[in-house]
């Protein structure tokens, strides 16, 4: 019966590989399918939230800390409520992260303040005492990447069908447009901050990079 | 610990024994008919770098037994369990029901130094990284929890207003009464009000009662914030009055403090952070 096969390398690789793809295909997608929508009231991210978003990346906030809360009491102790897939609809790439160095962050925004964030990025030991994290100050000098940000949005609207413009849902619009919408979700982020240089350099109309990536963090919730 | 009481232990055990056994006696014949058996049989047309292959027939026990383990399988994984009745959540929920059933009846009644340990562990973690490890408030990146609940707090905010606690009457403006009357009504305050029952100042207290009239009229006669309109005062200076912020949040100064209602801390551990936290202020 298997004699053909057997005197045929390439079909019986062929064949190999259907009977692992079909074992897989029947054990993943059903699971994957249930829970991979995004749950209710989850939303793509803005424009500005994007931009915070490629800081936290950029500067490796990932590496220490994880956005990913397990269903075991402990965690949801500290943390909140254990996190679904669902809730990553719209994150590309996740950042679940292993590594606690630093607490977990998938519930930050309903714990902590657009203040909070700004000294523990200044000065991490001012609030959180004993922490090994270092300062971020370059993040109050630099210009966050807007633009950059926008590009991004605008991909995923177009190449995965993100709902952005959709009711309910960010408006994304046109360049101009979003950069005006970057602007107005800014301003409530920097009323709420305390650094006198992030506000003069917001009426010279820049946005600092603390501001997008504590527009990132009030995000996660 | 016995083994056997464990249905899934005893089959193990069981199939480890048939497997043994099974393979004892299929060795032994195999290594018999080594010794002893001559070539026989029809080759198959393939010839392997001149070694030949027997067209054996297919073993009808085996034959079976695979297809009955691929048919086992089926039902093991779609109806049998532990698919069916297994996942990673429910787990979760079981521990935290077997959980809390202990926790309750270890702490159905806790002592006040039991309060006090189990709330500095729930301070540590909820309430330090903005009230501070000692509850200072860090400079003023939040309240500084060791005046608040005491007699000079009533002085502050009466002169400074109370801000941000979501009541229905809203927030209390500041300047409702200038400071040596503010004086009088928390020496009032304190002693005929709150649970604490007595005041630095009692020779105040008189006075303070005359001039209760301006607070009577949201937080009540009877300081108790007329059935949740306005922060209740007879609980001032307890655990409870701690409790109430913790399931109202509070919007202070520097940002949002957020509800502890979403279940992560039980009404135990909520009494127990407030008895910590009111003890600050002594």
């Not at chain 1, 390439?10 to 259907?18: E, M, Q, S, T």
């Not at chain 1, 059903?30 to 995004?38: I, K």
Request: net charge neutral.
């Amino acid at each position: 019966m298997f004699h053909w096969l057997e005197r045929n390398p390439f079909f019986f690789a062929v064949g190999v590989f259907l009977v692992i793809a079909y074992a897989g295909a029947v054990t993943i997608l059903p699971d994957f399918m249930e829970t991979a929508r995004p749950v209710v009231g989850t939303k793509p991210y803005t424009v500005l939230e994007l931009a915070g978003r490629q800081v936290y990346i950029k500067d490796s906030c990932n590496a220490c800390h994880s956005q990913l809360i397990r269903p075991f009491k402990s965690e949801t102790d500290r943390y909140g409520m254990y996190s679904l897939s669902g809730e990553y609809a719209y994150d590309r790439p996740f950042l679940w992260g292993s590594k606690r160095t630093g607490p977990d962050l998938m519930r930050v925004g309903n714990y902590r303040t657009s203040d909070w964030h700004e000294y523990h990025m200044l000065e991490p030991k001012s609030v959180v005492p004993g922490s090994i994290m270092p300062a971020y100050k370059h993040m109050f000098k630099n210009n966050a990447d807007i633009d950059t940000a926008y590009a991004e949005a605008l991909t995923v609207k177009k190449v995965f069908n993100a709902p952005y413009d959709q009711p309910n849902m960010p408006k994304l619009g046109t360049h101009e447009e979003a950069k005006k919408a970057v602007m107005e979700e800014a301003a409530l982020v920097v009323a709420d901050m305390k650094s006198q240089e992030v506000k003069e350099a917001f009426k010279r109309g820049e946005i600092k990079e603390i501001v997008a990536l504590i527009a990132y963090l009030n995000r996660l919730k | 610990m016995n083994w056997l009481n464990d249905n899934v232990n005893a089959l193990s055990l069981l199939g480890a024994a048939a497997i043994l056994i099974l393979s004892a006696f299929i060795i032994g014949k195999y290594l018999k008919q080594m010794k002893t058996d001559k070539g026989s049989g029809e080759l198959a047309k393939e010839n392997w770098d001149g070694i030949g292959e027997y067209k054996n027939a297919l073993p009808i026990g085996w034959a079976l037994s695979f297809v009955g383990t691929i048919v086992w399988a089926a039902w093991y994984f779609l109806a049998g369990y532990p698919l069916a009745s297994y996942s990673q959540l429910g787990e979760y929920n079981q521990e935290v029901k077997s959980y809390n059933t202990k926790f309750e009846s270890k702490f159905a009644n806790p002592d006040k130094s039991t309060l006090m340990s189990m709330g500095e562990g729930v301070f540590l973690v909820q309430c330090a990284p903005c009230h501070g490890v000692t509850g200072d408030g860090m400079n003023g990146k939040a309240l500084n929890l060791s005046k608040w609940g005491s007699e000079a707090a009533i002085v502050a905010s009466i002169l400074n207003g109370a801000k941000g606690s979501n009541y229905p009457l809203g927030e209390m403006p500041a300047g409702l009464l200038d400071a040596e009357s503010a004086q009088a009504v928390a020496a009032y305050v304190m002693q005929e009000i709150s649970v604490v029952k007595k005041t630095k100042n009692p020779a105040l207290v008189e006075s303070g009662r005359a001039l209760w009239a301006t607070c009577a009229a949201c937080h009540g006669e009877d300081g108790k914030g007329m059935a949740g309109s306005a922060a209740d005062l007879s609980v001032y200076g307890d655990a409870k009055f701690v409790v109430n912020v913790l399931g109202m949040g509070k919007k202070g100064m520097i940002g949002n403090m957020p509800k502890f209602n979403d279940g992560r801390l039980t009404n135990v551990q909520k009494t127990a952070v407030g008895t910590y936290v009111s003890s600050l202020a002594k």
